[in-house]
């Protein structure tokens, strides 16, 4: 057993939970951060099925939506009169979004209306698995991809759809996902091509220590490239801890459990911070999966930030998480407050120079 399994083996213990406090101090210092952001889920429809989604539908099944450009326009105007920074950007995999025929454009469309709607505002869109499936559709290299929705106005890409990056526990969550070798690689591409990304892990269901573990090192070695060649890399890493309450029936019931473990995601979100060190040196917590009270003590465990205001959650609300769809800045302030550490809003790449709200 090397190191990194030895330390995500750990129990949740004080001893553990100062350690990871202690080097989230040295790297990043007492301040917490957010970000004033709102999500925009375009669409439901998905042709894929993981095991984990309760977020995606058929067309025309109940629940199912796939909005329009003037609807998504309003809702980033009004985002930005709120004061928003960000719009975070994701959706189901819909073969029928296309313009001209082509799924490209149709996503290009989708940033320029943003844009035209909220100008200024960071545009934090698409996923990996997006990213593939836009050129799989159009039969195109993801760098055409890459180098397209840069020119369309995407500023960065959220690090998810890597649940955990292990082909055997894909092939039991998302088997019709890209594969953990896949999303690597488009990692890679969108870092060489000078985009930050996030860095996510969904845990808490079916994955062993050991397969965490490997996670993390892999986020380190990707990290490592992208500094060693280009700068850039990983932003931030979020810790997505598993919501079963309204997963589907199967791994609800493997897992047994309709919210996160609060003393295990702890535990985990120390280890991450110790294990991914001076790699990533922003850590955030979920809110949304957590409830705020639970992401505030997270605080305490290793993280220096409390992610978005998001405005309008709804893929993990789906699954049954507890904590909400928006949070206010006030409230976001008021949890960082509690703990008497320091609070700023920060822009999407953890630049300063926002005024405090
Ligand atoms: S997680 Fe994403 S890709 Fe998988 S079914 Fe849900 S919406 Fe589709």
Redesign the pocket.
Known sequence: MGLADRLLAVPPSEALRQQADRLRQELVGETVTYVVNRNLNFT?H?????S?????RDPGAAGAYWHGFDTLQERAAAAARLGATELCV????NPDARLDGSTLRYYQGLLQALQAAAPGLHLHAF?P?ELLFIAEQDAVPLQAVIDGLRDAGLGSIPG??AEVLDESVRARL?P??LSARQWCAVVLQVHRSGLRSTATLMAGHIESSRQRAAHLLTLVALQQVAWQHHGGGFSEFVLLPFIGAQAPAPLRQRVGRDQPDLEEMLALTAQARLLLDRWIVNHQPSWVKLTLAGATEALRWGCNDLGGTLMEES?TSAAGALGGTAQSVEALRSAAGSLQRPVRQRTTLYGAGLACV
Do not use: V
């Not at 984990?52 to 995606?56: S, Y």
């Open positions: 439901n998905c042709l894929q099925h993981c984990f989604c309760a977020f995606r994701q959706g189901g995999l996923s698995q998810t759809a998302c019709e996902k893929i």
